[in-house]
């Protein structure tokens, strides 16, 4: 099965890398129920697309932001560690071998962020420094209501990374409709989204870059 990664890259004036990632595929098994994805991961594609049309034709004064959108995050037929995460596992690797992981920051994760019912867990899988700023940052813009009231422990597109020594945060609200009834079925459809939810996390994105480059 071919798959692709595309990267997009915002020189900065400071030496080193933020990268800003998300998944664009949706759920291979489910594909012929005509399964959307609208918020796994829609949302998270979508928003980031928005950040590069905000950063397009600015000078960064800080880091180099990347924008990563990962093919094959979720399982060909069922989740394991050797039947998901392909596109993060491959540039990982890529990136170990050519000196690129060295230059980078942190690496900020979004994943399933548009829920009307926005409350984004704490991942326990994530680094703890880089997740403090992700928090003093969602409280400066006055959401810290929608982060981080719920511990978890989440294997998604950042494990790669931290297994490699990378910074990472993953920004993911993984209960998705009444009991989590949503995720991976056809209920994943656009009038579950909200833009104030989308607003939410890149406003944080946005400032937590913005910290990053005071740290």
């Given at each position: 099965m071919e798959m692709h990664n595309f990267i997009v890259r915002f020189a900065g004036k400071k030496d080193g890398v933020?990268?800003?990632a998300t998944h664009y595929e949706t759920n291979y098994p489910l594909r012929n129920i005509n399964f959307v994805g609208a918020n796994d991961g829609g949302s998270s594609t979508g928003l980031?697309?928005?950040?590069?049309?905000h950063l397009r034709g600015r000078t960064l004064d800080g880091y180099s932001v990347w924008l990563v959108f990962f093919d094959g995050e979720e399982a060909v037929q069922e989740w394991s560690h050797s039947d998901s995460l392909y596109g993060s596992r491959h540039l990982a690797a890529k990136w170990q071998n050519d000196g690129t992981l060295?230059?980078?920051k942190a690496f900020l994760l979004a994943d399933m962020i548009g829920d009307k019912n926005l409350d984004i867990d704490r991942d326990l899988n994530s680094t703890p420094w880089l997740l403090d700023i992700?928090?003093?940052?969602?409280?400066?813009?006055?959401?810290?209501?929608y982060f981080?009231?719920?511990n978890d422990q989440v294997e998604d597109d950042h494990l790669p990374f931290m297994q490699r020594g990378v910074a990472c945060a993953d920004i993911i609200d993984l209960d998705y409709g009444p009991q989590n009834s949503y995720h991976h079925t056809v209920q994943d459809t656009m009038d579950k989204l909200s833009a104030k939810s989308l607003t939410i996390v890149g406003n944080v994105l946005l400032e937590t870059i913005r910290l990053l480059n005071q740290h």
């Open positions: 933020i990268v800003l980031l697309i928005e950040l590069a049309s060295k230059r980078i992700v928090r003093k940052a969602a409280t400066s813009l006055g959401y810290q209501s981080f009231a719920h």
